[in-house]
Nanobody, 115 residues
Framework: VQLQASGGGLVQAGGSLRLSCAGSGITFASQRVGWHRQAPGKQRELVAQIGPSVSSVDAANGRFTVSRDNSQNTVFLQMYNLRPEDTAVYYC????????????WGQGTQVTVSS
């Protein structure tokens, strides 16, 4: 199983970014996929997640939207109105059916929001 996260970059406050998480060796459609982030000096935190039967979910008071494209076996994190405090390395992860922990992780993609 491999998860490939991409789409990070440098953006000004108020801007938008869309992150992608492409899976191989696993079918995203039947799994819970989560986006996590870790800022310098802070613990990793769950930002948003999407269940196996859900096509899209809003998070962060509507600033983030998680969606999936089953034909591409890809999950997206669309981020709007970004803030400097959103700066972090963003990771996607898969939680296998029936498990309580995250089983597989991607390599992370850096998001930097300048003020």
């Amino acid at each position: 199983v491999q998860l490939q996260a991409s789409g990070g970059g440098l953006v000004q406050a108020g801007g938008s970014l869309r992150l992608s998480c492409a899976g191989s060796g696993i079918t995203f459609a039947s799994q819970r996929v989560g986006w996590h982030r870790q800022a310098p000096g802070k613990q990793r935190e769950l930002v948003a997640q999407i269940g196996p039967s859900v096509s899209s979910v809003d998070a962060a008071n509507g600033r983030f939207t998680v969606s999936r494209d089953n034909s591409q076996n890809t999950v997206f994190l669309q981020m709007y109105n970004l803030r400097p405090e959103d700066t972090a390395v963003y990771y996607c992860a898969v939680q296998l059916w029936g498990r309580s922990s995250w089983s597989y992780w991607g390599q992370g993609t850096q998001v930097t929001v300048s003020s």
